[in-house]
C-alpha cells in the first residue's frame, strides 16, 4: 500500500470520526421552526427522525419508550428529534400530520419514509435497517 492510499484512508477515518462526535446525543425537541430548519440544514446528509406526538395522546406514550431505545442504539447513525404537534402546529400541518404518533424519517430535506401509529421495536428497528441500507 502507498503512503498515498494510506493518507487518503487516515483522511476518511478522521472525516468519519469528526462526523459521530458532531452528532447530538439526545432526542432534540424541536421548540421552534427556524431551530429545525437549522437541524435540516446541519445534518443534509444524515437521516434525520422525527416523532410527531402529543401530551393527551396514549398511543404517543406507549411509541415514547421505544424511541428512546432505538435512539439509544442508533444515536451515532440517526438524528432522533420530537415535535409536540400542539406546541408546532405549523409544522405538523406542512409536512401533512393527521393523526399522532407519525413518525418521518427526512434526508437532504425530503421525507424518504412516514409511519403512522405507534410502532413497536421491531418494525422501528426493521424501518431503520432498511434505512441504513439505503433501502427506503
Request: hydrophobic residues 40%; contains cysteine.
Amino acid at each position: 500500500m502507498s503512503d498515498d492510499e494510506l493518507e487518503r484512508i487516515r483522511i476518511e477515518k478522521m472525516k468519519k470520526l469528526m462526523v459521530q462526535q458532531a452528532m447530538p446525543k439526545e432526542i432534540i425537541n424541536i421548540q421552534a421552526e427556524e431551530q429545525f430548519r437549522e437541524l435540516l440544514n446541519k445534518y443534509k446528509d444524515k437521516i434525520i427522525i422525527i416523532d410527531f406526538w402529543a401530551t393527551w395522546c396514549a398511543p404517543c406514550r406507549i411509541f415514547a419508550p421505544v424511541f428512546e431505545k432505538l435512539h439509544q442504539e442508533y444515536q451515532e447513525e440517526f438524528i432522533f428529534t420530537k415535535i409536540n404537534v400542539d406546541e408546532q402546529q405549523r409544522l405538523a400541518a406542512y409536512y401533512g400530520i393527521t393523526g399522532i404518533p407519525t413518525t418521518l424519517f427526512i434526508k437532504n430535506g425530503n421525507v424518504i419514509h412516514k409511519a403512522v401509529g405507534a410502532m413497536n421495536y421491531d418494525m422501528m428497528k426493521n424501518i431503520l435497517m432498511k434505512l441504513k441500507s439505503g433501502d427506503s
